[in-house]
């Protein structure tokens, strides 16, 4: 079965600040997606990224960057210069590529608070 | 046109009545999905549509229904709900299966 721990319940920083939220996923499949969601206060539930096991390249968009490494099973997500805007629940989610097993694991998520 | 939209925002029903949530898009996608998410938890999924078949269901008890009319609707027919069943409903919809998933704004549903 499929797994993935944030172990980081919550989290506050001040504005401007740098912060990374961790995420570690467990799978026996070798093809398989990963991605990250932000959900604010509204609810809606924000696609951020998506990346496949075949790719380790580092992304960066804007403030937002993530570090996807294979060898430690992690995928974790940076915010440069923090706002408060950016305050929300993040989940880290995985889905296998097998066409018969497509539902998104998710995490358990990570509240980011930005104070001004 | 980049969204999925819910309607209602919020439903309060009794454990008697029978009510519906209702989600659309027109981005073309062909899957689309129901999940519930409690307070302080991730979304759950419920079911998954493929084609505007039924490809997923995450052995969800039967007073919920859900119905795919087209390929741009889905509904969630809810009957005979207990107070447990109270959260946020989330649709969302993918190209197909096999993409990134984009989600609603939920129904927040209270079930007294």
């Known amino acids: 079965a499929q797994k993935v721990t944030q172990a980081q319940t919550e989290i506050s920083v001040v504005e401007k600040e740098d912060v990374t939220l961790d995420c570690v996923y467990e799978?026996?499949?070798?093809?398989?997606?990963l991605f990250w969601y932000k959900q604010p206060p509204s609810g809606e539930l924000v696609f951020l990224i998506r990346r496949n096991s075949f790719d380790e390249q580092n992304e960066i968009s804007g403030r937002y960057s993530w570090n996807f490494q294979k060898s430690t099973s992690s995928f974790n997500f940076t915010i440069t210069a923090s706002q408060v805007v950016d305050s929300a629940v993040y989940f880290c989610a995985l889905r296998l590529m097998d066409t018969g097993r497509r539902a998104l694991t998710f995490g358990s998520g990570t509240r980011l608070q930005v104070q001004p | 046109d980049t969204e999925v939209t819910q309607t209602p925002k919020h439903l309060v029903m009794g454990m008697t009545n029978k009510k519906s949530l209702k989600c659309e898009q027109h981005m073309g996608h062909r899957a689309m999905y129901w999940y519930k998410q409690k307070a302080k938890k991730p979304p759950e999924l419920m079911f998954v549509?493929?084609?505007?078949?039924?490809?997923i269901n995450e052995s969800v008890p039967s007073r919920f229904s859900p119905e795919c009319p087209n390929s741009s609707l889905l509904n969630l027919h809810l009957h005979a709900l207990q107070p447990e069943d109270s959260a946020l409903y989330l649709c969302?919809?993918?190209?197909?299966?096999?993409?990134?998933?984009?989600f609603g704004p939920g129904t927040r549903l209270t079930v007294l």
């Open positions: 799978t026996r499949d070798t093809t398989y997606y």
């Open positions: 549509y493929s084609y505007e078949k039924l490809s």
């Open positions: 969302a919809s993918s190209q197909t299966a096999y993409n990134e998933q984009f």
